[in-house]
């Protein structure tokens, strides 16, 4: 019997759009995943994946421009930054809008219980109620209540997947860890020209200033100081790493993929071409391996 394919998606923000450049690259050396899972921005590419968006997902990744993902930012002020409704009303629209069970392939997500810190698999109900759940990362975006149980990213307890992809019925799982090149870049992160220009030209108030120090540091008395938002989202990419290599220690990968994307920040969501094509190329950094753990 052909072993089933489990392809675990890790979260990581913006960088989280080399899940597609993943995807790509192993339909076209004829991989095809059985199951899928997914924590934060991985389950958002995961379950567009699932409900065969991925051709729609990259033509609009591959075209997002800085003032689209602040369209898509609704404010709050309790709970976090965003409120998320916006950004879910737009899945919902463009993507999923169905319970896991209509899902042509077998896809869940991981969340975190707040008040209890307990790791939550998603595998019932609204598919787009339980991406919003996974991805309200805190701080940014408010957590979201789902069975009577407050929950917010899933990436506090189970950045990349591997356990989950295995308790769906996986064989062999590839893993994508999107964090492994990240620790201290944001700290000597430059943004991109381009993006500077666009940020720098709009006033849309203190929001869109507050984004723009997710993506850059700032010059204080001479020397280069990470903003707030720059130390608050490298302490939480500290904590997912460990946590995740904690995780992988534990329960290993088959093969695990490790995009190089330490240069982008958080909210770099505007570079997506970047993050697609470090995709596929940290595919075909690791096809040995893969080819490999899928004859054994």
């Not at 913006?14 to 450049?21: F, K, L, V």
């Not at 009577?148 to 308790?167: F, H, I, K, W, Y």
């Not at 995009?259 to 570079?271: C, S, V």
């Amino acid at each position: 019997m052909k072993p089933k394919l489990g392809l675990a998606l890790g979260s990581g923000s913006a960088r989280g759009w080399a899940h597609i450049g993943v995807l790509r690259a192993l339909a076209e050396a004829g991989y095809v995943p059985d199951i899928v899972a997914g924590c934060s921005i991985g389950a958002f590419v995961g379950a567009a994946y699932a409900d065969g968006d991925i051709d729609k997902l990259e033509d609009w990744v591959r075209g997002l421009e800085w003032k689209e993902v602040l369209g898509l930012l609704d404010v709050s002020f309790s709970g976090g930054l965003f409120k998320g409704e916006k950004l879910v009303a737009f899945f919902q629209r463009h993507f999923v809008d169905k319970e896991f069970s209509s899902l042509p392939m077998p896809f869940a997500c991981v969340a975190t219980e707040l008040g209890t810190g307990r790791e939550i698999w998603l595998r019932e109900g609204s598919v787009a109620s339980a991406v919003r759940a996974s991805i309200a990362l805190p701080g940014l975006f408010t957590p979201i209540v789902r069975d009577e149980r407050l929950l917010v990213d899933g990436g506090l307890v189970n950045p990349v997947p591997v356990s989950l992809c295995r308790a769906m019925g996986a064989d062999i799982v590839i893993a994508v860890d999107l964090g492994s090149d990240r620790l201290g870049s944001s700290l000597r992160h430059k943004p991109e020209p381009a993006a500077e220009a666009v940020t720098e030209g709009q006033e849309a108030g203190w929001a869109a200033r507050l984004l723009r120090s997710f993506s850059r540091p700032r010059q204080d008395n001479g020397d280069l100081l990470p903003s707030m938002a720059g130390v608050m989202s490298t302490g939480i990419h500290i904590m997912q790493m460990r946590i995740a290599r904690s995780r992988l220690a534990g329960e290993p990968a088959d093969v695990l993929l490790a995009p190089r994307l330490g240069h982008l920040a958080l909210m770099d969501y505007h570079r997506g071409n970047e993050a697609i094509e470090e995709g596929r190329a940290a595919v075909v950094r690791m096809l040995p391996s893969i080819e490999h753990a899928l004859s054994a």
